[in-house]
């Protein structure tokens, strides 16, 4: 089965950084993505980034573009997503989520990690 464990949320002030890391096991195929989904009290749950697995295609929200940064470590089968100038805006419940071809994305979950962005 695939598993995500996400870690490195924690509290941090306006403009400071974190990164989060997702380490994945259980993929059977060769092509998959994963990314960072995150959902704040009073807000529909939004699609941060996501990294295909070649790392060929990634994606960011218009909402943190220049900001946020995805990224893959294949030799230890780990995303990570680096999270600067952090606003208040930012803070939520993030997840780390994949798919393959045969469960679509995002069909697989991690556990979740909060973000606590204080002004």
């Known amino acids: 089965e695939v598993q995500l464990v996400e870690s490195g949320g924690g509290l941090v002030q306006a403009g400071g950084s974190l990164r989060l890391s997702c380490a994945a096991s259980g993929f059977t195929f060769d092509d998959y993505v994963i990314g960072w989904l995150r959902q704040a009290p009073g807000k529909e749950r939004e699609v941060v980034s996501c990294i295909s697995s070649s790392a060929a295609t990634t994606y960011l929200a218009d909402s943190v573009k220049g900001r946020f940064t995805i990224s893959s470590d294949n030799a230890k089968n780990t995303v990570y997503l680096q999270m600067n100038s952090l606003k208040p805006e930012d803070t939520a419940v993030y997840y780390c989520?994949?798919?393959?071809?045969?469960?679509?994305?995002?069909?697989?979950w991690g556990q979740g990690t909060q973000v606590t962005v204080s002004s």
């Open positions: 989520a994949g798919g393959d071809l045969g469960v679509g994305f995002p069909g697989y």
